[in-house]
C-alpha cells in the first residue's frame, strides 16, 4: 500500500468529525466499533470512486451526529488513523469529495496533513 493511501481516508472522514461543535457533559459516546461500523460502506468509494453508497452517507452523517465534543471527535480520529492501515488504495480525490457528496458540510479542505488533535 502506498504511505499516501491510508491519510486521504482518516483526513476526509476527520474533517466531517471535527466539524461537529455542540458540547455535551457526558462522556464520550463516539466507540471505535461505532466508527468502523459507520464508515466502512464507504470504503469501496474511497477507492474506486462512482456512486456513494446511501449506507455510507447514512454512517457519516450519524458519526458527524455522535462526534459532537472534542473527546468523540478525537477518538474517532485516532479509530480512523488506526483502521485505515486496514484499507489500501483510497484515493484523496474521493476523500476529499466524500463530505459534499453527501450533503456534510464542513469548514475546511481535506488534506493528507490534517492534525487530528485539533
Do not use: R
Given at each position: 500500500m502506498e504511505s499516501g493511501a491510508k491519510v486521504p481516508f482518516v483526513a476526509a472522514l476527520i474533517a466531517m468529525v471535527v466539524a461537529a461543535t455542540v458540547p455535551r457533559?457526558?462522556?464520550?459516546?463516539v466507540t471505535c466499533r461505532l466508527v468502523v461500523s459507520s464508515l466502512t460502506p464507504c470504503?469501496?468509494?474511497l477507492i474506486r470512486g462512482g456512486q456513494v453508497p446511501t449506507k455510507c452517507c447514512n454512517g457519516l452523517k450519524?458519526?458527524?451526529k455522535d462526534a459532537d465534543t472534542r473527546s468523540d471527535r478525537q477518538m474517532a480520529c485516532q479509530c480512523?488513523?488506526?483502521?485505515?492501515?486496514?484499507?489500501?488504495?483510497i484515493k484523496i480525490k474521493y476523500a476529499g469529495?466524500?463530505?459534499?457528496?453527501?450533503?456534510?458540510?464542513?469548514?475546511?479542505?481535506?488534506t493528507p496533513t490534517f492534525n487530528c488533535s485539533t
Open positions: 457533559p457526558m462522556e464520550s459516546a470504503a469501496t468509494y450519524s458519526l458527524y480512523m488513523e488506526q483502521e485505515s492501515k486496514l484499507v489500501p488504495g469529495d466524500l463530505p459534499e457528496k453527501c450533503d456534510v458540510h464542513i469548514p475546511y479542505k481535506i
